[in-house]
């Protein structure tokens, strides 16, 4: 019975063994068949790494050929993500690697918790090493196992900080674009364009990447190289910028504001008072001008090219090529409002007092992305409104009487009664009190002496006799206010015309008042017709129009990209030029410029306007109680017979609260010699009347344009001093004596 069930358990144990070892068989065998290729696939694959190679940075070159981006190489400290997800591996790496790259073990675990980096390349960890350490670093591969030296490029500006807001910066791929950049094809490591040209041309400058693939050992080690696909380097961009022009209107604006700050504005006596208290009884009589802040366009009004386009606050990008933490950002470009500061009893600054005053802010294009009231520089359009649409002839007259009051749109007894305001003056003349009687006056002589009361006419008549349709915007319009020229730069501000729906919408956001935003009045248009109220446009927009005015009607693409070069434009035996003679195309360059529009405009029309624009900066003016010089005929005094010839209008812009040190100054102008066809716009900010303060800047330039005044030579920057935190050096223009013009004691908004 014993045997029996000796044999029993015998038979279940040899059963269950051939079963077991069937399974095991079965395994193997489908190990060996079915999987054999992803099994093979797997193995082959810890034998292998896959590294993407990184395409090198396109290059940025001036109109002659200068560079104003390039690429150095920098050494990084990556380690192998295989080595540090654990944690006390990554610990002990981090440990040792501290000392040798002078990197707290924080900062490196800070990089690995980001989430910015890629798993196909190595984690970085250190940038910017020198030679030595990485050669230590390579030798002691036992003890820093899954560590590399990167080979990476650093972005560098040779001439920094000249054009620093077009040529722009770079920065870190973030965690909020991530997902958009790696959609694109980059690697998390890589530094991206944030600001200006290496911004809105990214997609060529990038260029594309490649990979290799390596077999390597246990310890990552390569062992040979299996396959390789070389990247494409980036495409390289020569602006139509001129770097002689660009220096130049970067000194002449930083220069006139620095002048500007030590003017001071006039806080007069009130006739209304019987001159006996102040127009502002809250201030002294004089207040210092702020200029803090103002744009400079130079624009071929032929082909649309920008040949200088500067903006002040500006800095050196440099600095985001830098260790911008421990507070170093925050001090470099620090926009807190001084004047706004309290402080405690103990001397310490009261933290809700710290408030950001938009005046100092510096990386702001100011040139495109400006938001100003032009003044009396929008005169010329609001004349074409006029001329075109048949509301005047070039013949006809209106008496300025110093006075305009509106009497067709509004209805008098709400007038009388102070319930709106219908009456409107020109500027003040020093000696009078008054506003500036012009007397009979035509489209060109409006144009030459500014008349307000002439174009406050046209405002008001411009609705009256179109039914209160938006016509004066539509013509507007056809100058590109109101709308983004197109430039291929970033974050350009459109501007805007007045009308209707803007007023509802700014309402809406409270930017006015509901009642004022319910409709559309006259009073609103008799504001936009002397660039005034809710007229918003740039510096930009401004050249464009009087681009337009130029060349005969034609509103041309503001063009700042001039040619496309295949990669590898060599450099040229002169130190910081490339030698654009052996570049490639790689897409025929834009010579001639974009067309967006035609104006429709006669030579009747087109005369008229530019003969009050030439009287602008010639004269002569006009008598009717006495002499009134035109606006820009003291500032012009003296012009040399032998430079560019002028046409021009001045214009000043009403600041808050009507103070008249914060009046804004602008001035447009143009070439009238087809050789040199050149447009210029100045912008100043709180710096006061358009002829004292934007008006000499435009002067300079276009005597240094006709190579009359003397210009600095452009040279290769110094390297960029971290020990003094400042966005960017002074800049001065060396001879500053085209500031001067023979200035009259009238006192005018222009």
């Known amino acids: 019975m014993a045997l029996d069930k000796r044999s029993t358990r015998l038979g279940v144990l040899a059963l269950v063994g051939t079963m077991l ?60 993500w295989d080595y540090v997800r654990r944690s006390d591996d990554r610990a002990e790496i981090f440990r040792r690697l501290s000392g040798w790259v002078d990197v707290p073990v924080e900062e490196m675990e800070a990089r690995f918790d980001s989430g910015i980096y890629s798993t196909l390349m190595p984690l970085p960890v250190a940038d910017d090493v020198d030679e030595p350490t990485a050669i230590a670093l390579r030798e002691r591969v036992e003890d820093f196992p899954g560590v590399q030296i990167l ?128 127009y502002f009884t809250d201030f002294p009589e004089e207040v210092p001008y702020k200029a803090p802040a103002g744009a400079v366009v130079v624009q071929n009004h032929d082909n649309g090219h920008i040949v200088a386009l500067a903006s002040y606050p500006t800095f050196d990008n440099r600095w985001f090529e830098s260790d911008l933490g421990g507070g170093v950002f925050e001090e470099v470009f620090d926009a807190t409002d001084v004047s706004a500061l309290e402080f405690d009893e103990n001397g310490e600054v009261i933290p809700e007092s710290v408030k950001t005053d938009p005046d100092r802010s510096t990386l702001v294009n100011r040139a495109i992305q400006g938001r100003y009231n032009l003044g009396s520089t929008f005169k010329p359009f609001v004349a074409y409104a006029a001329l075109h649409t048949g509301l005047l002839d070039v013949n006809e007259y209106y008496v300025d009487e110093g006075t305009y009051r509106m009497v067709d749109t509004i209805d008098q007894n709400r007038c009388d009664s102070g319930l709106v305001r219908c009456v409107f003056k020109n500027a003040t003349c020093s000696g009078t009190g008054r506003p500036c009687v012009y007397g009979p006056v035509d489209v060109e002589t409006a144009l030459a002496v500014s008349s307000d009361a002439f174009f406050y006419r046209i405002g008001e008549q411009m609705m009256f006799q179109n039914d209160n349709k938006p016509v004066l915007q539509e013509e507007l319009r056809l100058f590109g206010f109101g709308a983004d020229t ?208 934007a008006g000499p800047v435009v002067k300079c330039i276009f005597l240094q344009l006709s190579g009359i005044a003397p210009a600095d030579e452009v040279v290769l920057s110094d390297p960029l001093d971290t020990d003094v935190l400042v966005a960017a050096p002074p800049k001065n223009l060396t001879d500053q004596a085209c500031f001067a013009g023979r200035f009259s004691q009238q006192r005018s908004t222009e």
């Not at 490339?578 to 035609?598: C, H, K, T, W, Y």
């Open 486 to 693: 197109g430039i291929d730069l970033p974050f350009e501000f459109d501007g805007t015309v007045p009308d209707k729906e803007l007023k509802a919408r700014y309402a809406e956001l409270g930017v006015i008042s509901e009642d004022e935003g319910r409709d559309y009045y006259s009073g609103d248009n008799v504001q936009l017709a002397i660039g005034q109220g809710l007229l918003s446009a740039s510096p930009l927009q401004l050249a464009t129009g009087y681009s337009t005015l130029a060349n005969g009607g034609f509103v041309l693409r503001p063009e700042i990209i001039k040619a496309i070069y295949q990669p590898g434009v060599p450099d040229a035996a002169e130190p910081g030029f490339a030698d654009i003679s052996q570049g490639v195309f790689a897409e025929d360059p834009n010579l001639r410029g974009d067309l967006v529009r035609q104006v429709p405009m006669s030579e009747e029309i087109g005369g008229e306007i530019v003969r009050g624009l030439r009287r602008v900066i010639t004269g002569p003016g006009t008598t009717s109680d006495y002499y009134h010089s035109t606006t820009g005929e003291n500032l012009f005094f003296g012009y040399p017979d032998a430079a560019i010839p002028v046409a021009g209008k001045t214009g000043t812009a009403q600041g808050a609260e009507n103070y008249p040190w914060n009046d804004s100054s602008a001035f447009g102008a143009f070439s009238v010699d087809p050789e040199r066809p050149f447009t210029v716009s100045a912008y100043l900010e709180k710096a006061g009347y358009g002829s004292q303060a």
């Open 151 to 278: 080979e990476l490029s650093r972005r560098v500006y040779p001439y920094a900080p000249l054009a620093s807001h077009v040529v722009g910066y770079m920065g870190r791929i973030t965690a909020e674009t991530k997902d958009q950049y790696l959609d694109r094809g980059y690697e998390l490591i890589e530094r991206v364009g944030k600001f200006g040209i290496e911004l809105s041309m990214e997609e060529e400058l990038h260029g594309t990447p490649g990979y290799v693939v390596y077999e390597v050992d246990k310890s990552s080690r390569i062992v040979r190289v299996i396959e390789e696909v070389p990247a494409v380097n980036g495409k390289d961009i020569q602006l139509t910028i001129d770097l002689d022009q660009q220096q130049y209107a970067e000194q002449a604006l930083e220069s006139q504001l620095r002048l500007r700050q030590a003017e001071v504005a006039t806080n007069g006596l009130d006739p209304e008072t019987n001159f006996e208290e102040r």
């Open 21 to 80: 070892f069937g399974l095991v068989g079965a395994r193997l065998w489908f190990l060996q068949t079915v999987e054999q290729s992803t099994l093979q696939e797997q193995v082959d694959t810890t034998k292998r790494q896959t590294r993407p190679l990184l395409p090198e940075r396109g290059r940025i070159f001036d109109a002659e050929g200068r560079i104003l981006a390039d690429n150095e190489r920098v050494l990084t400290v990556g380690v192998d």
